[in-house]
């Protein structure tokens, strides 16, 4: 028998997978968790086979919770169970030591194979995150970001509007809405909150001292 800890933020999508397991004789629901500060406490406690792990989630999100679980040497496997397949969300859970990525259109026995292969200690992958992380490999390299769209985002990153933006880099707010588009693009991503974190994730941007000191 496998036994569970499941995380999520949503109570219903608890219940339900809570249900659909504990439903079958394969598998043991140990406990709840509604964000990455109980999982990881619950996972010190229970010691589950496998930590169906939510990604996004107030508070302590997925992928924090997945690096502390792996500080702390907890030998539970976490699948992660998401309905995120973006760069930005796949690649970080598995660097920090997930098991496996599951988004949750999968079907039931779908979802109870991949817990059997994680409880395995098997890389389990849906396969749309498959493709892209193929995807990803196959590129020959990341499209780099122009010295403008760089330019552009380290304003946006400091907090600038597109507004103040276009006045400071003497541009029309089309053409910096513009270039923000093509950083979205070759970032993957969808938004600005977005585009700034992974841009400080690969090296596009470092953290840097007050932005107004330069100005004195």
Known sequence: MISLLIVDDHPVVRDGL?????????????????????????AEQLHPDVILMDLRMPGTDGVT?????????????????????????????????????????????????????????????SPAVATRLMGQLRRPATEPLSQ????????????????????QLFISEATVKTHLQHVYAKLDVSDRAAA??????????????????HQS
């Open 18 to 42: 809570r249900g659909m397991f504990s439903a079958d004789p394969r598998f043991e629901v140990l406990g709840e968790a509604g964000d990455g500060t109980e999982a990881v406490t619950a």
């Open 65 to 125: 919770a997945i690096r502390e679980l792996t500080r702390r040497g907890v030998q539970s496997r976490v699948l992660v169970l998401t309905t995120y397949d973006t760069d930005s969300d796949v690649i970080p859970a598995i660097e920090a030591g997930a098991t496996g990525y599951l988004l949750k259109d999968a079907r039931k026995e779908e979802l109870f194979h991949a817990v059997e292969a994680a409880a395995r200690g098997q890389a389990v992958l």
């Open 148 to 167: 403008r769209e760089l330019e552009v985002l380290q304003l946006i990153a400091q907090g600038r509007t597109n507004r103040d933006a276009a006045r």
């Open 196 to 213: 700034v974190a992974t841009a400080f994730s690969r090296g596009y941007l470092t953290p840097a001292p007050n932005p107004h000191r």
